[in-house]
C-alpha cells in the first residue's frame, strides 16, 4: 500500500518539478531572442529572479524521495543515466553562475556571454529530461542484477530524442505563457506572439510522441490522459489568442503536469522496464524499502509539505506585479552595485 502512495508522491515531486522549472527553463532558452537589449534581458531575469531557485529544490527533493522510497530505483537510474544527468547538473550550476554574475561586470560582452550561458543552462536539462523521461518510458538494457547496460548514446535513440525536443518546446511555451503573464509592453507583444508558434510546434511533437509511444506498447490506460494533455494546450492556445493570459499559463501548467501523470500511469506497477528481458523490469514491489521506512517518510511528509507548499506560494504572491524594461534602472548608474536578479 505505502509503495504505492509513494509511487504518486514521486510523480506529483516531478508534477511540480516540470510545471514550475519549466516555465523558467522556457524563459531561459527564450531570454535571447526576446529581449533585444539589456535592459530587456534583465526585465526577463527579474520575471523569475525570486524563484527560480525554489523551483529547482523540487528535483532535489524528487531524489531524495526515489532514494529513501525506491533505493533499487534511485540505484540504476542514477548509476546508469549517470552521464546525462551529470550534463544535466553541470547545466544547472552553470545556469546558477550566469544569473549571479551578468551584473558583476559592467561591460556588454560580459553580460552577453553569461545570457548565453543562462541558455545553454536552461535548454540542456529541458532536453534532456525529456530524453531520460522517453527512454524510462520505452525500457533500457537492464540485467538481471538491475544493472544499466547500455551507454550515453543508448539513450540518445530516435524516441528519446523525439521525447527531449517535446519537453523542450512544452517548457519554451509555458516559459513564453509565463513572460506574457509577468511583463508589460513589448515583452508581453512579443511573448504572446511567438507562444502560438512554439505551440503548434509542440503540439505537434507531443501527437508524434503520443502515438509512437502507443504504437510501442499495447497498454492504453495512459491514451485518455494524453488526449487530454494535448487538448488542454491547444486550449492554452485559444486563450492566448483571446488574450486571457492567466488562463493561457494554466492550460500550459496543465498540459505538463497531465503529461507527467500519462506517463506514470504509463509506468505503472514498473518504476523502471527493462528492455533486455520483462523479467527484469523494476517494480514498486521489487524497488521500495521497507514498510518501516516508507512509514517514517510519510509521517515527514504530512508534516513538512504543506510548510513548503505554504511558503512558495506566499512567494508567488508577494512577486505577483508584472515587470517592465521601462523600469529597469540604467545598468551603467550602478556599476558598483550588485545588478538585481
Known amino acids: 500500500m505505502l509503495h504505492n ?4 508522491l514521486i510523480a506529483v515531486l516531478w508534477i511540480g518539478y516540470f510545471v514550475l522549472e519549466g516555465f523558467d527553463f522556457g524563459l531561459g532558452i ?40 525506491f533505493p533499487n530505483w534511485y540505484a540504476t537510474l542514477f548509476s546508469g543515466f549517470y552521464l546525462a544527468l551529470f550534463l544535466i547538473l553541470v547545466a544547472l550550476i552553470l545556469r546558477g553562475v550566469a544569473f549571479e554574475y551578468r551584473g558583476k561586470y559592467d561591460r556588454a560582452s560580459w553580460r552577453q556571454a553569461w545570457d548565453w550561458a543562462i541558455f545553454v543552462g536552461s535548454a540542456v536539462p529541458a532536453l534532456l529530461w525529456g530524453v531520460a523521461f522517453a527512454n524510462i518510458v520505452a525500457g533500457v538494457p537492464i ?29 519554451m511555451t509555458h516559459g513564453a505563457a509565463y513572460i506574457a503573464l509577468k511583463t508589460e509592453g513589448v515583452l ?13 510546434v509542440a503540439a505537434v511533437a507531443a501527437v508524434a510522441f503520443l502515438g509512437w509511444t502507443q504504437a510501442k ?36 501548467a496543465f498540459t505538463i503536469a497531465l503529461a507527467v501523470v500519462a506517463l506514470f500511469m504509463h509506468l505503472y506497477p514498473n518504476v523502471m522496464p527493462s528492455s533486455t528481458n520483462a523479467a527484469y523490469n523494476l517494480t514498486i514491489d521489487n524497488a521500495s524499502s521497507t514498510d518501516y521506512t516508507l512509514t517514517i517518510m510519510t509521517v515527514v511528509a504530512v508534516i513538512f509539505t504543506p510548510l513548503v507548499l ?15 524594461s521601462a523600469r529597469v534602472p540604467d545598468v551603467s548608474a550602478s556599476a558598483s552595485q550588485p545588478a538585481a536578479h
Open 143 to 171: 540485467d538481471q542484477n538491475g544493472n544499466y547496460t547500455g551507454d550515453l548514446l543508448t539513450l540518445l535513440n530516435p524516441f528519446g530524442l523525439l521525447g527531449g525536443v517535446v519537453t523542450l518546446t512544452l517548457f
Open 30 to 69: 527564450l531570454l535571447p531572442f526576446l529581449g533585444r537589449n539589456d535592459a530587456e534581458r534583465r526585465a526577463l531575469i527579474n520575471a523569475i529572479g525570486p524563484v527560480w531557485d525554489g523551483n529547482e529544490v523540487w528535483v532535489l527533493v524528487a531524489g531524495g524521495a526515489t532514494f529513501a522510497a
Open 217 to 252: 506498447s499495447l497498454v492504453t490506460d495512459s491514451a485518455a490522459v494524453s488526449v487530454l494533455a494535448a487538448l488542454t494546450l491547444v486550449g492554452a492556445l485559444l486563450a492566448n489568442r483571446l488574450h486571457h493570459e492567466g488562463w493561457a499559463f494554466i492550460g500550459t
Open 5 to 8: 502512495i509513494w509511487f504518486m
Open 310 to 324: 505554504v511558503y512558495q506560494g506566499w512567494t508567488y504572491w508577494v512577486f505577483r506585479k508584472r515587470i517592465s
Open 188 to 200: 508581453r507583444d512579443r511573448a504572446n506572439s511567438l507562444l502560438v508558434v512554439i505551440g503548434l
